[in-house]
């Protein structure tokens, strides 16, 4: 069922390619159609959901169609989104933060009617997706904000939906995020965003995964390695944190953006995700 809905989404994805090379339409025209296609791919399995096929489709229960469709949807929609911003310039950074933000969140509360699965595509990209946006201007706080807001609403999903195991992929991202607010943003608001998200999500865990009583042994062992997991990295942020600060700027893929104080790399191209840029 979900190799459907991969096929689904490349076949959108190769769609565009050949419009592309064909010269059939514009930019604007084909992103514009993308995003239209993946919303109307995320309102088909809504309807199928409300009114389920009457029979399977060979090995393909009737039930999972649904998710499937919203699966590939958001996923045409937000490859859409973002290709307007790296290819065709055609959206901002702050444009393009916000609506893939805006598509990672209803990922999770589409999630409650359409399975575990699904918040597990907006976890992946609302945690992949910061790292390829550049900004003049970042800032620890602004991301800050954001990861927790993905985690309280990913977690909130797993509650909901009794699966516990949506933690593990949570605690990774918390752990690569700790991480990159430290080596990605200078001394100072950084540490203490990261010293926050180092608090705050072991909690936010515990209470999502300990409300299931019919995996309690599973929950336990999540929330146990929460608290694991926030003291290890309490240990990295006090060690990161420790001599003198280091000589020269920071670079980082974060910020790979031509700035006053930077003239741009030449050779660093469309990739905001390559260092020394």
Known sequence: ??????????????LARYAIEQGLLGPAAR???????????????????????????????????????VAAGLSIASAAIYASFALHDLLGPATTFVALAAFCL?????ALRHGALVALLGLAGGLAFPA??????PSAWTLLAWLLLLTI????????????????PVLAGHAVWTVGLLHLFPRGAADWAALLYVLAVPPLVTWATLGNRAKRRLAAGM????GWLATVLAVVLAGCRTGPPPAGPRRSWWVCSSSPSRPPNPDAGACPWRRGC
């Open 132 to 137: 390829l946006i550049p900004s003049d201007t």
């Open 106 to 110: 209803a990922a999770q509360g589409l």
């Open 153 to 168: 609403a990913t977690l909130a999903a797993a509650r909901r939906l009794g699966t516990p195991w949506l933690a593990l």
């Open 31 to 69: 992103m514009t159609l993308a995003v239209l296609l993946g919303l109307a791919l995320v309102l088909g399995g809504e309807w199928l959901r409300r009114r389920p096929l009457a029979r399977d489709l060979g090995r393909i229960r009737g039930d999972q169609v649904p998710s499937a469709l």
């Open 223 to 226: 929330a146990e390695a929460s």
């Open 1 to 14: 069922m979900w190799l459907g809905g991969l096929t689904l989404a490349l076949g959108g994805v190769f």
